[in-house]
């Protein structure tokens, strides 16, 4: 996935390069027309480019000026519309507007329509102004035209119905939306628009959807937006109930198409199935995001629920699946800013291919995984907590870099695995070279009743502060992993069962790995000097009985102590810290560094052999 955002040169010039990742400008337009009826107001213009695609708003797209003075108007009652404009054809309560223009809708008709029959170069503007429209059939309808804008007038409350049932088709394209476009569809203003389709969908466009303004408040049976070509928000207030996805994009056959990109704004989203579903690409870089789909996170969903033993499972589906993923893509999934809320049923953030995470802030609870992504998730910063689910962060391969992340699962906290394992899932304990978790930088804290850290290959820490609240039982293990485990910088506490216990090797560092007595959930444990002085502490918040500490402040040839119980005033709200001492507690392990790796106890089973004091079975990373 490329991602390295390239230099620009010049205020207003934007040089677009495929092998370039992403690129963004902003412009700022005071242009507007002195006889507009909305408030004059400058228009900021966001331009971006990641790879193939152009996720960028036209500055006409955010323009919600226009000429009351030389527009069109058309006026509906319950069994008529009116119009004095040769380029406005009525016929009873439907209007078919043919030329380019803009023109100011008002009135209410309980069986009304417009439709744009227009010149393929036609640009159509079409103010909704007061306008409460019920249809029979589809209530708005863009057979063709090059782009059509629509724009809700500043204070306007505007209302869009369709019919439960209709019949209606554009050449073979069905018509199945209270407001439907075959060509590119632009929202935006200040006013209010409610939308229901009640028959299917609530807004879709076969081209490019664009939502840059206004307060949309969208419930439909189906999918709520749908853009074939792309879905692109900002600056809008936005409000979805779908009986389907929420937001969907759907080209997988154009390259560069398919994709949702929100740029700002409040989006609200209600979903059966999916809340957000790109076909491509899915990318947040602001807005302030509250998803739930079906009944929300709910209980976390089983090992035989989530088909235990038959590997990774690639889910893109259709819009008859059963999917109800809050994010979703097919391929690439990209978070660089924003404020997430997410309470779902079925995966909170998933990708087909891979998820990079620069930023934001990110809130998750889910009966399923919590990022979860085929191939690669990349985290380079950003503020992520996962308060409920099955699978924390899963993906083959899978790099932190920074960021802040706390994880609660009910399995693994951290899973680098995958592959077919088959229908009888031979193949899920093999060691697998090709999947790594890689911990460069960052505070990342887990949570987890399976294993916390879990690689069928690599396991890798060279930096960051990563704390572990592994099992209790004895099936799993704070740390797991098939092929290496190994540290080279940063913080490492590892604290869990001792049964499936591994420790992790030191390469330039110290690492301590030994059983404890049995200690109580909530039982501090610190690793102290000869001094007394805290070189790590942490509150584990399950039962215990095994330890792993590794810090660059654990020095060969110098003797520590463990101990259990006390308080350290310095903890943070993890229970963590890396310095002060500690008041009360008990001794419960006096260590001499005769080494770099001190290890007493567990089962050692890494990499497919038992160390001294273990039992030599094959490894099971990966479980």
């Known amino acids: 996935m490329k991602k390295l955002f390239c230099a ?50 036209s500055e006409r797209d955010s323009d919600s000026s226009y000429d009351e003075s030389s527009a069109v108007k058309i006026t509906f009652s319950d069994s008529k519309a009116e119009s004095s404009s040769d380029s406005v054809k009525v016929s009873g309560s439907e209007v078919t507007i043919t030329e380019e223009g803009t023109y100011i809708i008002s009135g209410t008709s309980s069986d009304g329509k417009i439709t744009v029959k227009a010149d393929e170069n036609a640009k159509i503007q079409l103010v909704l102004h007061g306008v409460n429209l019920t249809s029979s059939g589809s209530a708005i309808v863009v057979e063709s035209a090059d782009k059509v804008f629509v724009t809700l007038a500043d204070g306007s409350e505007n209302v869009i119905k369709d019919a439960s049932s209709y019949s209606e088709k554009i050449g073979d394209t069905t018509v199945d939306a209270a407001i439907f476009s075959k060509c590119d569809l632009s929202i935006n203003g200040s006013g209010k628009l409610t939308v229901t389709g009640s028959f299917k969908h609530g807004i879709v466009s076969k081209d490019d959807l664009v939502i840059a303004g206004g307060d949309i408040t969208v419930t439909a049976a189906s999918t709520a937006l749908e853009g074939n070509d792309s879905v692109k928000i900002k600056d809008a207030t936005l409000t979805v109930k779908a009986g389907s996805d929420g937001i969907r994009a759907t080209n997988t056959e154009k390259t560069g198409k398919g994709f949702v990109y929100i740029a700002s704004g409040t989006v609200k989203i209600e979903s059966e199935k999916d809340g957000v579903q790109a076909a491509t690409l899915l990318r947040i870089d602001g807005g302030d995001i509250d998803i739930t789909t079906a009944d929300g996170a709910g209980e976390v969903k089983s090992g035989e629920e989530m088909g235990f033993g038959q590997g990774f499972q690639s889910s893109y589906d259709t819009e008859d699946s059963e999917s109800a993923k809050a994010l979703k893509s097919e391929s690439e999934l990209t978070v660089t800013g924003g404020k997430i809320n997410i309470s779902s049923s079925d995966d909170a953030i998933h990708a087909n291919e891979s998820v990079h995470i620069t930023g934001g802030t990110i809130t998750a609870a889910t009966g399923d995984d919590g990022i979860h992504a085929d191939s690669t998730l990349t985290i380079d910063g950003g503020d992520i907590t996962i308060t409920q689910s099955y699978e924390g962060i899963e993906a083959g391969e899978i790099t932190v870099n920074d960021g802040n992340i706390s994880v609660t699962a009910s399995d693994d906290g951290f899973n680098a695995g995958g592959g077919d394992s088959g229908e009888g899932g031979q193949g899920m304990f093999d060691a697998d070279a090709s999947k790594t978790l890689t911990i460069n930088g960052g505070y990342v804290y887990v949570n987890a009743d399976g294993d916390g850290l879990d690689s069928n290959g690599y396991l890798t820490i060279t930096g960051g502060t990563v704390l572990v609240s592994g099992p209790q039982n004895d099936g799993n293990g704070a740390l797991d992993y098939g092929t290496e485990a190994k540290i080279t910088g940063g913080t490492l506490v590892a604290i869990g069962s001792s049964g499936m216990a591994e420790t992790i090797t030191g390469d330039g560092q110290c690492t301590i790995m030994t059983d404890v007595t049995t200690q109580s959930g909530g039982t501090l444990c610190s690793l102290v000097d000869s001094d007394g002085n805290v070189i790590a502490s942490f509150t584990a918040s399950k039962q215990y009985s095994n330890v792993v500490f590794s810090s660059p402040e654990i020095k060969s040839g110098e003797t520590y102590k463990i101990i259990c119980g006390g308080t350290n005033s310095e903890a943070d709200d993890n229970g963590y810290a890396s310095s002060g001492t500690v008041s009360g507690g008990t001794e419960v392990a006096e260590i001499t560094m005769d080494s770099d790796n001190y290890s007493n106890g567990g089962s050692r089973m890494g990499g497919g052999q038992g160390g001294p004091g273990g039992n030599g079975m094959p490894q099971m990373g990966g479980f």
């Open 8 to 57: 620009i040169l010049g205020a207003l010039i934007i040089s677009t390069f495929a092998s370039c990742g992403s690129t963004t400008t902003t412009k700022t337009s005071s242009s507007v027309s002195a006889s507009q009826t909305s408030a004059s107001k400058s228009t900021s213009i966001v331009e971006v480019t990641d790879g193939d695609y152009d996720l960028s708003f």
